[in-house]
Protein backbone atom coordinates (compact mmCIF):
# COMPACT_ATOMS: atom_id res chain seq x y z
CA UNK A 1 0.00 0.00 0.00
CA UNK A 2 1.91 3.34 -1.20
CA UNK A 3 1.31 5.39 1.63
CA UNK A 4 2.58 8.77 1.34
CA UNK A 5 4.86 9.43 4.17
CA UNK A 6 2.80 12.45 5.90
CA UNK A 7 -0.46 10.03 5.40
CA UNK A 8 1.02 7.62 7.90
CA UNK A 9 2.38 9.84 10.31
CA UNK A 10 0.07 12.40 10.98
CA UNK A 11 -1.91 14.47 8.64
CA UNK A 12 -3.87 12.26 5.58
CA UNK A 13 -6.59 14.10 3.53
CA UNK A 14 -10.32 13.31 3.33
CA UNK A 15 -10.99 10.61 1.52
CA UNK A 16 -14.07 9.02 0.66
CA UNK A 17 -13.90 5.67 -0.68
CA UNK A 18 -16.98 3.54 -2.89
CA UNK A 19 -16.66 -0.03 -3.51
CA UNK A 20 -19.39 -1.73 -4.91
CA UNK A 21 -20.58 -3.21 -1.75
CA UNK A 22 -19.04 -0.72 1.06
CA UNK A 23 -17.84 2.42 1.35
CA UNK A 24 -15.10 4.03 3.95
CA UNK A 25 -14.32 7.58 4.55
CA UNK A 26 -11.55 9.62 6.26
CA UNK A 27 -10.89 12.58 7.54
CA UNK A 28 -8.73 14.76 10.17
CA UNK A 29 -8.20 18.02 11.66
CA UNK A 30 -5.50 19.88 13.74
CA UNK A 31 -5.38 22.65 16.70
CA UNK A 32 -2.26 24.06 17.46
CA UNK A 33 -1.04 24.39 20.51
CA UNK A 34 -2.03 27.71 22.64
CA UNK A 35 1.18 29.94 23.46
CA UNK A 36 2.56 29.43 27.24
CA UNK A 37 4.98 31.61 29.51
CA UNK A 38 7.65 29.54 30.75
CA UNK A 39 9.44 30.58 33.75
CA UNK A 40 13.22 29.06 32.97
CA UNK A 41 14.91 31.44 36.13
CA UNK A 42 14.59 31.82 39.41
CA UNK A 43 17.08 33.74 42.44
CA UNK A 44 17.87 32.06 45.63
CA UNK A 45 18.60 33.96 48.59
CA UNK A 46 21.12 31.40 48.97
CA UNK A 47 25.36 31.10 48.28
CA UNK A 48 26.43 30.19 44.78
CA UNK A 49 28.61 27.13 46.28
CA UNK A 50 25.14 25.82 48.54
CA UNK A 51 22.92 26.29 45.26
CA UNK A 52 25.79 24.74 42.76
CA UNK A 53 26.27 21.82 45.63
CA UNK A 54 22.11 21.14 45.71
CA UNK A 55 21.69 20.93 42.42
CA UNK A 56 24.60 18.67 41.54
CA UNK A 57 23.89 16.17 44.15
CA UNK A 58 19.79 16.06 42.83
CA UNK A 59 20.72 15.80 39.78
CA UNK A 60 23.30 12.83 40.23
CA UNK A 61 19.63 11.01 42.10
CA UNK A 62 17.37 11.44 39.18
CA UNK A 63 16.63 10.18 35.74
CA UNK A 64 19.22 13.46 33.97
CA UNK A 65 22.42 12.03 32.42
CA UNK A 66 25.12 14.67 33.89
CA UNK A 67 27.23 15.09 30.55
CA UNK A 68 29.26 18.25 31.64
CA UNK A 69 30.14 20.27 34.78
CA UNK A 70 32.11 23.36 34.53
CA UNK A 71 32.07 25.24 38.23
CA UNK A 72 34.09 27.82 36.93
CA UNK A 73 31.99 28.42 33.72
CA UNK A 74 29.02 28.38 36.02
CA UNK A 75 27.41 25.81 33.59
CA UNK A 76 25.94 22.14 33.95
CA UNK A 77 24.51 20.35 30.74
CA UNK A 78 22.57 17.53 31.34
CA UNK A 79 20.68 14.82 28.74
CA UNK A 80 17.35 12.98 29.19
CA UNK A 81 14.89 10.65 27.35
CA UNK A 82 11.21 10.09 27.94
CA UNK A 83 8.59 7.56 26.25
CA UNK A 84 5.36 10.09 27.69
CA UNK A 85 7.06 13.64 26.15
CA UNK A 86 3.45 14.51 26.52
CA UNK A 87 4.12 15.29 29.93
CA UNK A 88 6.59 18.27 29.00
CA UNK A 89 5.66 19.22 25.93
CA UNK A 90 2.21 20.52 24.07
CA UNK A 91 1.91 19.87 19.96
CA UNK A 92 -1.12 20.66 19.46
CA UNK A 93 -4.29 18.41 19.03
CA UNK A 94 -4.78 16.01 16.15
CA UNK A 95 -8.80 14.90 15.73
CA UNK A 96 -9.77 11.95 13.41
CA UNK A 97 -12.67 10.66 12.22
CA UNK A 98 -13.24 6.92 10.06
CA UNK A 99 -16.25 5.12 8.94
CA UNK A 100 -16.92 1.92 7.58
CA UNK A 101 -19.82 -0.40 6.73
CA UNK A 102 -22.02 1.50 9.54
CA UNK A 103 -19.55 1.89 11.75
CA UNK A 104 -17.71 5.35 13.21
CA UNK A 105 -14.69 6.15 15.28
CA UNK A 106 -13.35 9.10 16.42
CA UNK A 107 -10.08 9.61 17.80
CA UNK A 108 -8.53 12.77 19.53
CA UNK A 109 -5.54 13.04 21.21
CA UNK A 110 -2.37 15.55 21.75
CA UNK A 111 -0.06 15.16 18.86
CA UNK A 112 2.90 14.58 21.28
CA UNK A 113 1.08 11.39 22.58
CA UNK A 114 1.15 7.80 21.45
CA UNK A 115 -1.88 6.84 19.82
CA UNK A 116 -3.66 4.12 17.03
CA UNK A 117 -6.03 4.80 14.75
CA UNK A 118 -7.59 3.70 11.35
CA UNK A 119 -7.17 5.15 8.01
CA UNK A 120 -9.60 4.52 4.51
CA UNK A 121 -7.80 3.82 1.45
CA UNK A 122 -8.79 2.35 -1.92
CA UNK A 123 -7.38 -0.36 -4.36
CA UNK A 124 -8.00 -2.68 -7.06
CA UNK A 125 -8.19 -2.30 -10.75
CA UNK A 126 -10.71 0.54 -10.95
CA UNK A 127 -9.24 1.87 -7.65
CA UNK A 128 -12.77 1.49 -6.22
CA UNK A 129 -11.74 -1.40 -3.23
CA UNK A 130 -11.32 -0.28 -0.08
CA UNK A 131 -8.88 -0.45 1.86
CA UNK A 132 -8.27 0.48 5.53
CA UNK A 133 -5.15 0.67 7.75
CA UNK A 134 -4.41 0.47 11.07
CA UNK A 135 -2.05 2.52 12.03
CA UNK A 136 0.28 2.95 15.64
CA UNK A 137 1.79 5.66 16.41
CA UNK A 138 4.91 6.31 19.12
CA UNK A 139 6.34 9.02 20.77
CA UNK A 140 9.44 9.62 22.17
CA UNK A 141 11.52 12.96 24.00
CA UNK A 142 14.66 13.46 24.53
CA UNK A 143 17.45 16.38 24.48
CA UNK A 144 20.28 18.38 26.59
CA UNK A 145 19.40 21.07 28.68
CA UNK A 146 21.77 24.24 30.29
CA UNK A 147 21.11 24.96 33.47
CA UNK A 148 23.27 27.96 34.30
CA UNK A 149 24.02 28.99 38.07
CA UNK A 150 25.32 32.20 38.90
CA UNK A 151 25.99 34.97 41.83
CA UNK A 152 23.82 38.04 41.98
CA UNK A 153 24.68 40.14 45.37
CA UNK A 154 23.52 38.43 48.08
CA UNK A 155 21.87 35.63 45.70
CA UNK A 156 21.97 33.00 43.05
CA UNK A 157 20.19 32.86 40.04
CA UNK A 158 19.73 29.64 38.31
CA UNK A 159 18.29 29.71 34.56
CA UNK A 160 17.48 26.66 32.43
CA UNK A 161 17.60 26.11 28.64
CA UNK A 162 16.45 22.64 26.80
CA UNK A 163 16.70 21.33 23.77
CA UNK A 164 14.11 19.35 22.93
CA UNK A 165 13.31 16.99 19.80
CA UNK A 166 10.25 14.85 19.95
CA UNK A 167 10.28 11.53 17.44
CA UNK A 168 6.95 10.07 15.88
CA UNK A 169 7.42 6.94 14.67
CA UNK A 170 4.77 4.80 12.78
CA UNK A 171 3.71 1.12 11.82
CA UNK A 172 0.67 -0.62 10.84
CA UNK A 173 -1.26 -3.12 9.23
CA UNK A 174 -3.26 -2.42 5.74
CA UNK A 175 -6.14 -4.76 5.05
CA UNK A 176 -7.57 -5.07 1.32
CA UNK A 177 -11.59 -6.00 0.95
CA UNK A 178 -13.14 -7.32 -2.38
CA UNK A 179 -16.80 -5.67 -2.96
CA UNK A 180 -18.25 -7.87 -0.64
CA UNK A 181 -16.57 -6.69 2.53
CA UNK A 182 -14.31 -10.18 2.62
CA UNK A 183 -10.06 -10.04 3.27
CA UNK A 184 -8.14 -10.28 -0.04
CA UNK A 185 -4.64 -9.53 1.85
CA UNK A 186 -2.97 -7.82 4.65
CA UNK A 187 0.27 -5.79 3.93
CA UNK A 188 2.43 -4.38 6.75
CA UNK A 189 3.24 -0.46 6.37
CA UNK A 190 6.90 0.14 6.76
CA UNK A 191 8.14 1.64 9.55
CA UNK A 192 8.91 5.51 9.71
CA UNK A 193 10.13 8.34 11.63
CA UNK A 194 10.18 12.14 12.07
CA UNK A 195 11.61 14.26 14.48
CA UNK A 196 10.59 17.76 15.45
CA UNK A 197 13.04 20.21 17.38
CA UNK A 198 12.61 23.28 19.47
CA UNK A 199 13.93 24.91 22.38
CA UNK A 200 12.27 26.37 25.77
CA UNK A 201 12.48 29.99 24.36
CA UNK A 202 11.29 28.82 20.60
CA UNK A 203 8.76 26.49 18.92
CA UNK A 204 9.08 24.39 16.31
CA UNK A 205 7.28 22.71 13.48
CA UNK A 206 7.13 20.35 10.87
CA UNK A 207 5.17 20.66 7.65
CA UNK A 208 3.81 17.89 5.80
CA UNK A 209 3.68 18.44 2.19
CA UNK A 210 0.24 17.65 0.61
CA UNK A 211 -0.49 19.34 -2.71
CA UNK A 212 -3.71 20.27 -1.67
CA UNK A 213 -3.68 20.87 1.81
CA UNK A 214 0.05 21.33 3.35
CA UNK A 215 -0.23 21.81 6.88
CA UNK A 216 2.14 22.02 9.50
CA UNK A 217 2.57 20.55 13.25
CA UNK A 218 3.88 23.15 15.69
CA UNK A 219 5.49 22.29 18.92
CA UNK A 220 6.22 24.05 22.13
CA UNK A 221 7.16 23.33 25.88
CA UNK A 222 4.95 23.22 28.52
CA UNK A 223 7.16 24.47 30.86
CA UNK A 224 7.12 21.48 33.50
CA UNK A 225 10.72 20.07 32.93
CA UNK A 226 12.03 23.55 33.33
CA UNK A 227 10.03 23.95 36.75
CA UNK A 228 11.64 20.79 37.98
CA UNK A 229 15.09 21.66 37.21
CA UNK A 230 14.33 24.76 39.23
CA UNK A 231 12.60 22.93 42.00
CA UNK A 232 15.71 20.70 42.30
CA UNK A 233 18.00 23.80 43.29
CA UNK A 234 15.79 25.60 45.76
CA UNK A 235 16.37 24.68 49.26
Not at 37 to 52: H, M, P
Not at 217 to 226: F, P, R
Request: with cysteine; glycine share 8%.
Amino acid sequence: MGIPRYLALLLPPTILLAGCATTAQSDRSYTPPDPVAIKNETQLNDSFDAVWDRLVGRLATGFFVINNIDKSSRIINVSYSTDTPVKFVDCGRSVRTFAANGENKRYAYNVAESSVYQWGGKWGPLNNLPRVAVVQRSTSLEGRINIYVAPVAKATKVSVNTKYILRISTRGVATSYNAFGGVVSQTAIPPDSVDIGFTTAEPGGKTFEDLTNPQTISCEANGTLEQELLAKAAP
